[in-house]
C-alpha cells in the first residue's frame, strides 16, 4: 500500500469507526443471520490477484456486519457485558503497527517495559499486594492454567522432567465449587489432572464457597494419600457474581500447604473503588491471582492479567530457552518465560492508554454508574410481584425470573427460557441465563460504557412484555 493510500483508506475506516461509536445502537444488538448464511456470501477460495480496499470494505459491510453481535451496544446485557473505550482501539491500532512481538527484553524494550510499569499501576489500583508481578495473557483461561500449571511445578513431583506417565505420581487434586469457571476443568483436562479429580466443593445459600467443606474435603483426600495441587476461589463468580470467602478460604489454603489461586476475572476490578476494596482481604495470603481488563476495564479483547507471588515459580515451569533466543540481558523480563507462548501481542499499550485516558476516577464513576443501574433494576425486579431476584448482586449482574404464583419449578423453567429467546429475537436488547443450584435463571449484566437508565428501562420493559405476551 503506498503512503497516500494507507492514509486515505485509514480515514475513511476513521469515519466508519467514529460513527459506530456514536451509534451502535443503530445495529440490532444479537446478529439475526442463520447459521450458515454468512459462509454462504463468502468464495470458497481465496482470491488469486490482489483486490481493491473498496471492495473488500464494502464486502466488510454488507457480509461482515449483519453477522456482528454488538458488544459495544449499549442493550447488551448477556454474559459480562463488555465494550471497548474508543482510546483503546487507538492504541490496538498502534500495536498492530508495530506488530512487535513482545518475547525477550530485546525484542521490543519498551514493550517489556510498559508491561512491568503497567502491571504495578493496575496492581496498586486495587490493592494487588505488594511485590507479586503481573503478566498480561490473552484470557483469564490461560491465564488460570497457567497459574495451576505453576501450582503443579511447586509441588516438586519432577513433572517437568519426567511427565507425569509410565511412573508413580499421586493422585492431584483441584478443589473449586460448582460456581468456579469451567477454565478451571478445562486446565485439569490440559494438565493431566482429570475431570475426575476436580472436587467441587460445596457452597452456601450464596453460591459461595464453604470453608468448613473445604477443610473436610482436604483433610479426606490427604488421608487417602492424594495430593491437593491447588484451591481456586472466585471474586464474582461467572454465574451470579458471589464472592467466596477468600481470607477464611486462604487459612484452609495455609494450614493444608495448597496453592491458592484467585479468580477475579470479572470482578476484580471493582477493588480500584474504595468501597468495594475489601473484596481483596486475604488475597495477600493467596498464590495467584487473575483480573481481566477485557471484561470491565473497557480494554478490547484480549487483555487478562495474572499475578504471582513468586514469579519463579512461574519461570521453572515454563522457561526454556533455546540457543536462538538466549540472550545476556539481566534484570529484564523475557516474557515468553511465563507461559507458553512465545510471541506475544503488545497489549500493556492498550492498557495504558485506558488507564491514562480515563485515569482512576473516570473508572471508579463508571463502574459505580453500572453498580448503581444493577440496584436500580434489581429493585424494579423486586417490586413485581410475579417476578424475583434470585441471588445478591454485589457488583452489576442480577439474576432473576418470571414465576407468579403456582407456577411450577419445570413450567417456571420453560417459561423462562421463552422469554430470554424472545427477548434476544427483538433485536433490541440481549440478555443471557445460567441454573442457579437447577433453578433457571435469567441474567442482565451492566458493563457497557454506553449505557444509560433508558437502556436498562428498556430492557426491563421489553422482558415484562415478552413473559406476557
Ligand atoms: N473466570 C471467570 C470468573 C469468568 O467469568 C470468565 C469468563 O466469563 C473466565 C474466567 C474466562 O474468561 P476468559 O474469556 O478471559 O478466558
Excluded at 444479537?30 to 450458515?36: C, L, Y
Aim: proline share 5%; hydrophobic share 45%; aromatic share 10%.
Amino acid at each position: 500500500m503506498e503512503r497516500g493510500e494507507i492514509g486515505e483508506q485509514l480515514a475513511r475506516v476513521e469515519r466508519w469507526i467514529e460513527e459506530y461509536f456514536a451509534h451502535p445502537e443503530r445495529y440490532a444488538v444479537v446478529s439475526r443471520v442463520s447459521p450458515g448464511e454468512i459462509e454462504a456470501m463468502l468464495p470458497a477460495v481465496a482470491p488469486e490477484r490482489g483486490e481493491a480496499f473498496d471492495r473488500i470494505f464494502g464486502d466488510f459491510e454488507r457480509i461482515i456486519l449483519p453477522g456482528i453481535t454488538h458488544w459495544n451496544h449499549p442493550r447488551f446485557f448477556a454474559y459480562f457485558a463488555t465494550s471497548a473505550a474508543p482510546i483503546a482501539v487507538i492504541a490496538d491500532a498502534l500495536a498492530a503497527t508495530l506488530d512487535v512481538k513482545v518475547m525477550l527484553w530485546r525484542t521490543s524494550p519498551a514493550a517489556a517495559e510498559l508491561e512491568d510499569v503497567v502491571m504495578r499501576w493496575l496492581g496498586k489500583l486495587i490493592g494487588v499486594p505488594e511485590g507479586w508481578t503481573g503478566i498480561i495473557y490473552d484470557t483469564a483461561s490461560i491465564g488460570g492454567f497457567t497459574a495451576l500449571a505453576a501450582a503443579r511445578e511447586a509441588l516438586d513431583i519432577g513433572i517437568r522432567e519426567h511427565g507425569a506417565s509410565g511412573r508413580d505420581v499421586p493422585v492431584l487434586r483441584i478443589y473449586a465449587t460448582a460456581q468456579t469457571h469451567s477454565h478451571i476443568e478445562k486446565a485439569a483436562i490440559a494438565l493431566g489432572v482429570g475431570l475426575e479429580n476436580v472436587v467441587f466443593v460445596p457452597c452456601d445459600a450464596q453460591f459461595r464457597m464453604r470453608p468448613d467443606a473445604l477443610h473436610r474435603a482436604l483433610d479426606e483426600d490427604i488421608s487417602a494419600g492424594k495430593r491437593p495441587l491447588a484451591i481456586v476461589a472466585t471474586i464474582g463468580t461467572t454465574s451470579s457474581t458471589s464472592i467466596d470467602p477468600i481470607a477464611m478460604i486462604a487459612e484452609v489454603a495455609k494450614r493444608h500447604h495448597v496453592w491458592l489461586h484467585v479468580d477475579a476475572a470479572y470482578a476484580g476490578v471493582a477493588a480500584i473503588m474504595p468501597e468495594f476494596r475489601h473484596i481483596m482481604e486475604g488475597v495477600e495470603q493467596a498464590d495467584s491471582f487473575v483480573v481481566n481488563p477485557h471484561k470491565w476495564l473497557f480494554v478490547p479483547m484480549d487483555c487478562s492479567v495474572l499475578y504471582v507471588r513468586d514469579e519463579s515459580i512461574l519461570r521453572r515451569a515454563f522457561s526454556l530457552v533455546p540457543e536462538y533466543l538466549s540472550t545476556p540481558e539481566q534484570g529484564v523480563h523475557n516474557y515468553m518465560d511465563y507461559g507458553l507462548q512465545l510471541g506475544r501481542r503488545f497489549r500493556a499499550l492498550k492498557l495504558w492508554f485506558v488507564l491514562r485516558y480515563l485515569g482512576a476516577e473516570g473508572i471508579r464513576e463508571r463502574l459505580r454508574s453500572h453498580i448503581a443501574l444493577a440496584d436500580e433494576f434489581a429493585s424494579w425486579v423486586e417490586a413485581e410481584p410475579d417476578w424475583e431476584v434470585l441471588a445478591p448482586h454485589p457488583f452489576s449482574v442480577v439474576c432473576f425470573r418470571y414465576r407468579p404464583e403456582g407456577m411450577s419449578e419445570e413450567e417456571a423453567e420453560s417459561v423462562n427460557a421463552r422469554i430470554m429467546e424472545r427477548v434476544n429475537a427483538s433485536g433490541e436488547v440481549f440478555i443471557s441465563h445460567t441454573k442457579l443450584d437447577g433453578t433457571y435463571a435469567l441474567r442482565l449484566a451492566i458493563g457497557n460504557l454506553r449505557t444509560q437508565r433508558s437502556d436498562v428501562e428498556a430492557a426491563w420493559r421489553i422482558i415484562k412484555e415478552k413473559a406476557i405476551g
